[in-house]
């Protein structure tokens, strides 16, 4: 590929990359969040409760991160449209994330529980596969839905 059409697509796609950069280094901060309350948790409840615990506080500090910094620039709609369908992505996001853990330790803790009924598993299940999966999902919601683009403003014809 030469060097003007690597130009040109990043070019195409450099609003895309530095959105992605941002949410990333959000996500990464409620990332730390997440994992921090969930192991504090998880020794004193269960798996479920741990992740919808963490997964709330996390998610209320990535939705200030990404509303004022990942999407600063796009039209506002209101704080409570915003964290409502924020939050509602979220809990599918969560979901996804609590299936992972239901396959950990609902359906393969069954069967190997001293493998898949552990710390170190709960981590893996929710923190590493529901994550991934779930974090592709909410790029998608919020940017699409939630964080709405600026429509460009058309050039008005005018007959002549």
């Not at 741990?50 to 709330?56: D, E, F, N, T």
Request: net charge positive.
């Amino acid at each position: 590929m030469s060097t003007s059409a690597l130009d040109r697509l990043y070019q195409r796609f450099a609003g895309l990359v530095h959105e992605l950069g941002k949410f990333g280094v959000v996500g990464a901060i409620a990332y730390v969040i997440d994992l921090i309350i969930f192991n504090a948790v998880y020794p004193h409840s269960n798996i479920y409760l741990a992740q919808v615990v963490s997964g709330s506080i996390a998610t209320t500090a990535a939705f200030f991160g990404n509303r004022h910094w990942t999407w600063r620039d796009r039209e506002r709609t209101g704080l409570g449209r915003e964290y409502g369908l924020y939050f509602g992505f979220n809990v599918v996001g969560m979901l996804i994330a609590l299936a992972c853990a239901f396959i950990c330790d609902g359906i393969l803790g069954h069967y190997w529980p001293d493998i898949f009924r552990t710390q170190l598993a709960a981590n893996i299940a929710t923190k590493g596969f529901g994550l991934v999966l779930g974090t592709m999902f909410r790029f998608w919601a919020y940017r699409r839905f939630v964080f709405i683009a600026t429509e460009p403003k058309s050039a008005v014809v005018q007959d002549a």
